[in-house]
């Protein structure tokens, strides 16, 4: 059974960089040729993909965020990770990671991580 | 960006009702059109992938159908557990993007 586990900080100060890791247990990150996503939620809102990786390191972000974002992947430790920079309140949210297959939905989630941006 | 449009925002059903709910995509994305089902403090639930592929465990009087731009899923006989909030979710261009969601509440 495949579980992912997002893990980092609740509290983040403006201005500053958010850092999460995703930690997948029951698969290798590198068998299936699965991408490995970040989606973040607003409170109470919708959702928005923030970008994916596949375990060769090739990532995909989306425009809006593509100047603030770092998605890695740590292979030894079955794990990729977000960096989030330059914060303010408006990327407080909860934080996904998921799983897809090429075009196909995201079958996989984490149970997300609130990050809340405050000083 | 592809916009993807949901419909109604919310509806209010009773146990036993037929469900649909739309969903519009700015400009065609084939058949790489998914849904999820989302309860309140857990993540999303991919419930039908390509249109109308039914994920594994997800009951079948969930459905999905259309192409193009236009898309329905629809709960034949809505059931106690199913009252939660609906996505759709467009995987044929990056960005991935997601309908405004679909609240269904009790009657």
């Given amino acids: ?119 | 960006d592809i916009q993807m449009t949901q419909s109604p925002s919310s509806l209010s059903a009773s146990v036993g009702d037929r469900v649909t709910i739309a969903c519009r995509a700015s400009q065609s994305v084939g058949r790489f059109l998914n849904w999820y089902q989302q309860k309140p403090g857990k993540a999303p639930k991919l419930l039908i992938y390509t249109v109308s592929s039914l994920e594994s465990g997800v009951p079948s009087r969930f459905s999905g159908s259309g192409s193009g731009t236009d898309f329905t899923l629809t709960i034949s006989s809505l059931q106690p557990e199913d009252f939660a909030t609906y996505w759709c979710q467009q995987s044929s261009t990056s960005p991935r993007t997601f309908g405004q969601g679909t609240k269904v509440d009790v009657k």
């Fill in chain 1, 1 to 119: 059974q495949v579980q992912l586990q997002e893990s980092g900080p609740g509290l983040v100060e403006p201005s500053q960089t958010l850092s999460l890791n995703c930690t997948v247990s029951g698969a290798s990150i590198i068998s299936g040729g699965h991408y490995w996503n970040w989606i973040r939620q607003h409170p109470g809102k919708g959702l928005e993909w923030i970008g994916s990786i596949y375990h060769s390191g090739s990532t995909s972000y989306n425009p809006s965020l593509k100047s603030r974002v770092v998605i890695s992947v740590d292979v030894s430790k079955n794990q990729f990770s977000l960096k989030l920079n330059s914060l303010s309140a408006a990327d407080t949210a909860v934080y996904f990671c998921a799983r897809n297959y090429g075009d196909f939905g995201f079958d996989r989630w984490g149970q997300g991580s609130l990050v809340t941006v405050s000083s």
